[in-house]
């Protein structure tokens, strides 16, 4: 078991209705708000109004249009420079895991002198940040209980995962009820991340049994409640299961005192969509079958017949290669099952950039000290299996 | 799923020789430590002489003797007495969850002008506490993360859970090297008093499966890796799976959104330790499976048999009657077989005083609105048969 350093101060307010909290929550944290939010549909789900009803003696400001893999340039700068401007006190971010990722990143950038993406790209470690509060509307990042947010910068093909202590939210409002009109694809790849953000964790040395148990429940739970939204999207039971699944994906907790697995599927995807600008839900779900299938080795092979046997119930008494390659296809069927299109040509990449991005990974995303180490060979092959 | 207000903002530092980021942990906490501490094992540990070498530019004033079921007469009066006198900035509490406790209560009653145990009692809310950090020597009450401690007060018999978000430890270094020289009867009771944290949250309504996996993976890792601390009690690994698991017993992770359980065997211990004075780990495993055989009924089967399935591998195939029977068995001789007395009478407490602790718990611990409601009458009869 390795040491660890672990804390997470973000607060959880979860359940029904549980807005009305919004302005105890406020109250300490000063007048002048930042509102970001994204396309809309927090105006479609009244969400809009009720913060402006809730928060009415505030002085709100607004940064709209934040994208699905968020842009540093424009919403980053564009919410910097406000915060700048009129002297934001505290950022509240309303909208799913992208709005929220932006939001940090804009937090920490509104209190440094230069340019923000000295910060996001570990230049600069930024000395103090604006409090954040959330609003969730999408169960996928687990970005409302960590201090971590990926941002794209659309020039230079990047996409950083920028993590830093001061970027906990002060607290996340999770209600549940509000991602009833997440549609069935959003749902889905919001599955599928959050699958992978545990996977990512249990596929790596020194775990120890009550990790992998997390990890096996947070996995079950994932996999039975998507179902159950994907069939009734209004099943309150289900939505609440899987936000609460997917609020601990990032912060640590499922595993605490393992070895540093890498992260290899999130290092290899964060290509993908800053190439591509694909959903990063669905990226994941497309690699995350054709990395195990390479990766399965007699090194390998105890990770795997646990996830086969305790994830699966794959019979335990099959020869361990035979539950191995069974828990890979149940694992790729699973997400075919919720509807993922489970190849990169059908979301819109060919072979033509596949040896360019993983050059591209391989110079930036450090996988060759991954759990299973990876070569820019060994990153093209995953590509290209992938297709 | 129920709705949850959850925040865990202590630090925890975990692993070998962490003790070192002691003097980083303490800096920013003010100069003047009240060290508390039991009864001498820390200096056996070498862990007392440690502590003041990394404080050396510290003023360290020192409360010792702190009891097992810590005492408010004296421990935690002359405590307060001594933060008051010499104007403590900070408690650095060194040893298991009983000083830990302990130093929870007089975090609050320094800074209380009147009675602590108006506080305690939760007559007054307290406004403030005192910082604590700890140093964790014994794996089990997991109140290194949580805002709670038990207090007792000889005189009246009560043995009290003094709850207050305040209390959270600021940090909790763990070294599970510390718990090499527990005893084997306390590193049992420890396992004992852990796992009935974790039954008290599995069994109750309105559970997630989440939390079931979170709680099945804590009870399996606590009795593998007990029985693995007792056969070799300088085993790190098991020594640090069992501090893991034990260390988010009572901070709520375990049952976000389950409904409220009563907590119904540590209610009727509480009044075993009180009146008898008897190792509270102990306490609750001779309590626990009376009290499972007493709740079983169709109402509660399905928890069983999902507790024996998931927790002892029982045949999902058998009768669910039979699964539950076998499943409180298993309970029962697993404590046994860590070497728990398993009677009453084991442990010093025959049928004079039953009656009179039966109305005691009944009056105080609010058992009436428990999973399953326990009157009078019931608690009486688990404790006969406990005899």
Redesign the interface.
């Known amino acids: 078991?390795?040491?660890?350093?672990?804390?997470?101060?973000?607060?959880?307010?979860?359940?029904?209705d549980?807005i009305s909290?919004l302005p105890d929550v406020m109250k300490p944290l000063g007048k002048k708000v930042l509102m970001t939010y994204g396309s809309g549909s927090i105006k479609k789900l009244g969400l809009y109004d009720k913060v402006k009803e809730l928060l009415a003696n505030y002085e709100i400001y607004e940064l709209s249009d934040i994208q699905p893999n968020p842009k540093y340039d424009p919403s980053v700068l564009d919410g910097v420079r406000i915060c700048k401007e009129k002297k934001i006190d505290v950022i509240l971010s309303v909208g799913g895991g992208s709005v929220l990722d932006c939001s940090k990143a804009i937090a920490a950038g509104a209190t440094y002198e230069g340019e923000p993406w000295d910060l996001i790209s570990y230049k600069v470690k930024a000395k103090a940040a604006l409090p954040i509060v959330d609003i969730l509307t999408l169960a996928a990042t687990g970005s409302e209980y960590d201090c971590g947010g990926v941002i794209s910068r659309t020039e230079t093909n990047d996409k950083i995962g920028y993590v830093d202590s001061l970027l906990f939210p002060v607290c996340s409002i999770l209600d549940p009820v509000y991602t009833f009109t997440v549609s069935k694809k959003q749902t889905a790849a919001g599955c599928a991340d959050a699958m992978n953000h545990i996977m990512e964790q249990y596929f790596t040395e020194d775990t120890?049994?009550?990790n992998?148990?997390?990890c096996?429940?947070?996995l079950?739970?994932l996999m039975?409640?998507a179902k159950k939204c994907l069939e009734n999207p209004e099943d309150?039971?289900a939505r609440?299961?899987m936000m609460?699944?997917c609020t601990y994906g990032c912060n640590g907790?499922y595993a605490?005192?393992n070895s540093a697995s890498g992260w290899p599927c999130h290092g290899m995807e964060h290509a993908l969509s800053a190439y591509y600008d694909i959903t990063h839900g669905e990226g994941l779900a497309i690699l995350t079958p054709r990395w195990m299938k390479h990766i399965l080795s007699d090194r390998t092979l105890e990770r795997f017949v646990k996830y086969g046997v305790n994830v699966f119930g794959i019979d335990s008494s099959f020869e361990p290669y035979e539950i191995a390659e069974k828990a890979i296809e149940e694992t790729y069927h699973f997400f075919e099952s919720i509807g993922i299109p489970m190849h990169l040509k059908d979301v819109g990449i060919d072979e033509s950039r596949l040896s360019e991005m993983a050059h591209h990974i391989a110079v930036n995303e450090g996988l060759e000290s991954a759990y299973v180490p990876l070569s820019e060979q060994d990153i093209l092959d995953i590509l290209k299996a992938s297709l």
Request: no cysteine; aromatic share 12%; net charge negative.
């Open positions: 078991m390795q040491n660890f350093d672990y804390q997470t101060p973000t607060r959880l307010i979860f359940g029904k549980v909290s120890t049994l009550l992998d148990g997390f096996e429940a947070g079950k739970s039975v409640n309150y039971t609440a299961e609460q699944a907790i605490l005192g």
